[in-house]
C-alpha cells in the first residue's frame, strides 16, 4: 500500500470515529408527521462522486420521491456525474457536488456547506452511516426531519438481502419513517435505474447495428476493473475463447473503459464512449451484460440488461447486481460448465429487458 493511500485510510478511520456518534443522541420518535405533502424538500447525502457508488442511491432517490411525489429533492455528493446519472430523475433539484480534490477548490467546498445550511429542508437523510462528510451534512443542514443513515438490527435480522449497499438505505429509512408515525413498508425495494429516454435506446441500437450489420442476439463483455477485482488476461483469454465456441449466434462485443485497456488484447469487436448514457444505451440493447464488479457492471443492472457480476475478492452479498435475471458468481468457485449453465438460462428465460419492451 502507498503512502498516500495509507494516510487517506487512517484519515477516514479518524473521520468515521469523530462523526460516528453524530446525530445518535437525539431522539425524533415522538415528533409525528402529520401529513406527508407537507414534505417539500429533501436533501440526500452521499457525498462520493465513483459512478457504481451514484448508481447505487437510484433506488432510494426512487424510494423517496414515491413516498413523497411532490417533493424536490437536492443532491449533496462529489464530482460532475450526478446531473449526468439523474437527468431524467423529474423530482432532483439541485445537485450539490463537492469538488473532488478540496484542498485546491477551497472557496468551492466551503460554498458547498453554506448551501446546505442556507437552504431549508423538511428531510435530510444521510445514506451510508460510515460516511463522516454524509453525517456531517445532515448535522449541518437546516432540516426538520434529520436522518443519519444509522442501520436497523430488526431489519438485518428478517431481511436477507440487507447487507446490499443500494438497499439497506432504502430499509433503514423506511424504518425511520416508522418512527415518525408512517405505515411500515414490505415493497420490493426498486432496481437500480439510469431512467434513458426511448430516443437514447433507440440510438444505441443504430449503434450496435452499424457495428454488425446482422440481427443477431448481442452479449457485451467488460473484461476491465480496478484493482484486484481486476481479473487476468489469461483468465478472460480462456473464457471470451469459450464464449465464442458456445454462442456463435451471437455478437460479441467489449465494452471498453476510460483506461482503453482490454484483457482480451481487442480480439472483440468493442466500444467506448465518454458519455455514461450512450455506454448504457449500447448495454440496454444487449440479451447479456457480463463483467466483474465495477462502476460499468451497475451501470449494466441500472439498464435492466440481465447482468452476470464476476467476484474474485469484492462481497457479493454487498454489491452483486440484482433483478431482471441478474446474478453474481464466485469465479473461484466456478467451473465452465457452470459458466455455460447460467449463460444458457439467462438467454434462454425469454424476459426481455425493460427497455427493448419499450422500442
Known amino acids: 500500500m502507498s503512502v498516500v493511500a495509507k494516510i487517506n485510510n487512517f484519515r477516514r478511520s479518524l473521520m468515521r470515529n469523530l462523526t460516528k456518534n453524530i446525530g445518535k443522541a437525539r431522539s425524533q420518535e415522538d415528533i409525528i408527521l402529520v401529513d406527508k405533502k407537507d414534505i417539500k424538500r429533501i436533501l440526500i447525502c452521499r457525498p462520493n462522486g465513483r459512478l457504481g457508488n451514484l448508481l447505487l442511491i437510484t433506488p432510494l432517490v426512487q424510494e423517496v420521491t414515491e413516498i413523497f411525489p411532490n417533493c424536490k429533492v437536492d443532491l449533496f455528493v462529489k464530482g460532475t456525474l450526478s446531473p449526468i446519472i439523474f437527468e431524467n430523475y423529474k423530482n432532483i433539484d439541485k445537485i450539490i457536488d463537492l469538488p473532488k480534490k478540496p484542498f485546491k477548490s477551497l472557496l468551492k467546498y466551503m460554498n458547498v456547506w453554506i448551501s446546505i445550511k442556507r437552504q431549508n429542508y423538511d428531510i435530510a437523510i444521510n445514506v451510508d452511516q460510515n460516511s463522516s462528510s454524509g453525517r456531517l451534512a445532515v448535522q449541518f443542514s437546516n432540516a426538520k426531519y434529520k436522518f443519519y443513515g444509522d442501520s436497523n438490527e430488526e431489519t438485518q435480522l428478517v431481511k436477507n438481502d440487507y447487507e446490499h449497499i443500494a438497499k439497506y438505505p432504502v430499509y433503514n429509512f423506511r424504518h425511520y419513517l416508522t418512527k415518525l408515525r408512517f405505515p411500515k413498508s414490505n415493497k420490493i425495494i426498486p432496481p437500480l435505474d439510469l431512467k434513458l429516454s426511448s430516443s437514447e435506446i433507440a440510438e444505441g441500437k443504430k449503434i450496435l447495428n452499424e457495428l454488425f450489420h446482422n440481427d443477431k442476439r448481442t452479449i457485451c463483455i467488460f473484461t476491465f476493473a480496478t484493482g484486484e477485482k481486476c481479473l487476468s488476461e489469461e483468465w478472460w483469454g480462456n473464457f471470451y475463447t469459450k464464449l465464442k465456441e458456445e454462442y456463435k449466434n451471437y455478437n460479441i462485443i467489449e465494452i471498453l473503459p476510460v483506461e482503453n485497456v482490454s484483457q482480451i488484447a481487442f480480439k472483440a469487436p468493442s466500444f467506448y464512449s465518454k458519455d455514461i448514457r450512450e455506454i448504457g444505451s449500447v448495454i440496454a440493447n444487449a440479451d447479456l451484460f457480463i463483467g466483474a464488479d465495477s462502476g ?7 439498464v435492466q440488461t440481465p447482468t452476470i457480476g464476476l467476484f474474485s475478492v469484492s462481497n457479493i452479498k454487498k454489491y452483486e447486481p440484482y ?18 449453465k447460467t449463460i444458457n438460462s439467462i438467454l434462454n428465460n425469454g424476459k426481455l429487458n425493460s427497455y427493448s419492451d419499450a422500442i
Not at 296 to 302: D, E
Not at 331 to 337: A, G, P
Open 296 to 302: 460499468i457492471m451497475h451501470l449494466a443492472s441500472a
Open 323 to 340: 433483478d431482471n435475471c441478474s446474478v453474481a458468481v464466485d469465479v473461484n468457485l466456478y467451473t465452465k460448465q457452470d459458466y455455460l
